[in-house]
């Protein structure tokens, strides 16, 4: 089985830099993914890793470690729109390539 | 290009009703998922096709939940006797399935259940 863990919820200032974690356990480790959720919509992908190291995407960057069954999320010059649920999502191989998600961080933005 | 679509987008029904939830994928994708998400949690895994067939249903809580995607594109999700429980918003993904590709998964925008 999988079992993925991150934060409930998180508060962080516009402007600045918050860091999600997410730590998992998983057999046939495929690739890690993180999507964002606003209230009441659907997720949308964010990024992804296979292998160790960081991934830049303009003010979103993501990091794994494989080893440690670790990734995080880091998000800097936050904005009031940054305040969303963000995923972390386990790929495995299991004949196919099934995505397990956790329960999500709530981020809130504050002025 | 059009995105993944759902309906209905909600519905309201009684203990012990059948519904049905659709969802049209993205053309081309040959991968489809079907997710439960309850409020404050993430999705949870239902049902998995591969084209026509359905290559993991390990997800689907029990015999009262089936899938089907007949063509190979637009896939329902019936529900029989529904229960208070049953009461979530039914995400559905789909992606394309290339050997080493990234293959992130596109979400519609969800059907909402209420089972009163």
């Known amino acids: 089985g999988q079992n993925i863990d991150q934060p409930t919820e998180m508060t962080a200032t516009e402007g600045a830099i918050v860091q999600i974690n997410c730590t998992y356990q998983?057999?046939?480790?495929?690739?890690l993914f993180w999507y964002q959720q606003h209230a009441g919509e659907a997720p949308t992908f964010l990024s992804y890793?296979?292998?160790?190291g960081l991934e830049e995407k303009g003010r979103f960057s993501s990091f794994l470690s494989r080893s440690k069954g670790y990734s995080y999320l880091l998000l800097k010059e936050l904005q009031m729109k940054d305040s969303a649920s963000y995923l972390c999502a386990v790929r495995s191989l299991r004949g196919y390539q099934k995505v397990t998600f956790g329960t999500g961080t709530k981020l809130q933005v504050i002025p | 290009g059009a995105g993944v679509s759902q309906t209905p987008s909600n519905k309201v029904t009684e203990k012990g009703k059948y519904v049905e939830l659709r969802c049209d994928p993205i053309?081309?994708?040959?991968?489809l998922y079907w997710y439960r998400q309850s409020l404050g949690q993430g999705p949870e895994f239902l049902i998995y096709?591969?084209?026509?067939?359905?290559?993991?249903d390990s997800g689907l809580p029990n015999d009262r939940f089936f899938a089907v995607r007949p063509e190979g594109s637009v896939s329902t999700l019936k529900i029989q006797r529904t229960e208070r429980g049953d009461s979530a918003v039914y995400l559905c993904?789909?992606?394309?399935?290339?050997?080493?590709?990234?293959?992130?998964?596109?979400f519609g925008p969800g059907t909402r259940l209420t089972v009163l």
């Open positions: 096709f591969q084209g026509t067939g359905a290559a993991d």
């Open positions: 053309s081309g994708h040959t991968a």
């Open positions: 890793n296979v292998l160790d």
């Open positions: 998983t057999s046939g480790f495929n690739g």
């Open positions: 993904a789909s992606s394309l399935m290339w050997r080493g590709g990234l293959n992130e998964q596109f």
